[in-house]
């Protein structure tokens, strides 16, 4: 399975190039056409199938990303079966311009993805991305001082 390993990593480095190319069609031909993918907004960011997920992302690479650069910094991969993957992608961006902070101010998250295996391809049927965030303990409801 070192083949598809390092396949399911050349996603996340595709991802990255795409990325920083600010290329939405680049970054959809790594998703299967009927793709779930869940950007950090969660439900509201739910996009069903690459066509609801490519026109987001050009819209959003023109605004909130147009300088960003993105850095995968780990990915870690778990087979499931020889044809479906798990894939913990740990990201890092710069120079992104989003309302809710400073701009340019740097980000961390991780991706969850599941990848399947088709016609030889592997891409993601499935995405969950979330984004860290600077929280102590006491900020965090129910979590013991």
Request: charged residues 30%; aromatic residues 10%.
């Amino acid at each position: 399975m070192t083949g598809d390993r390092e396949a399911i990593e050349a996603v996340a480095a595709n991802w990255q190039d795409g990325w920083n190319r600010h290329d939405a069609a680049a970054l959809a031909s790594l998703l299967a056409e009927d793709v779930d993918f869940v950007t950090v907004l969660g439900p509201q960011g739910w996009l069903k199938g690459r066509k609801e997920f490519q026109p987001y992302h050009a819209e959003i690479h023109k605004v909130f990303f147009k300088e960003s650069v993105w850095r995968v910094k780990e990915t870690n991969v778990r087979f499931v079966r020889p044809d479906v993957a798990i894939a913990h992608v740990l990201w890092e961006t710069k120079r992104d311009h989003l309302p809710d902070r400073p701009p340019g101010e740097p980000r961390n998250g991780l991706f969850i993805w599941v990848l399947e295996k088709r016609e030889g391809k592997w891409l993601v049927i499935a995405a969950q991305n979330t984004e860290s965030r600077d929280l102590s303990p006491d900020q965090l409801p129910g979590v013991p001082k």
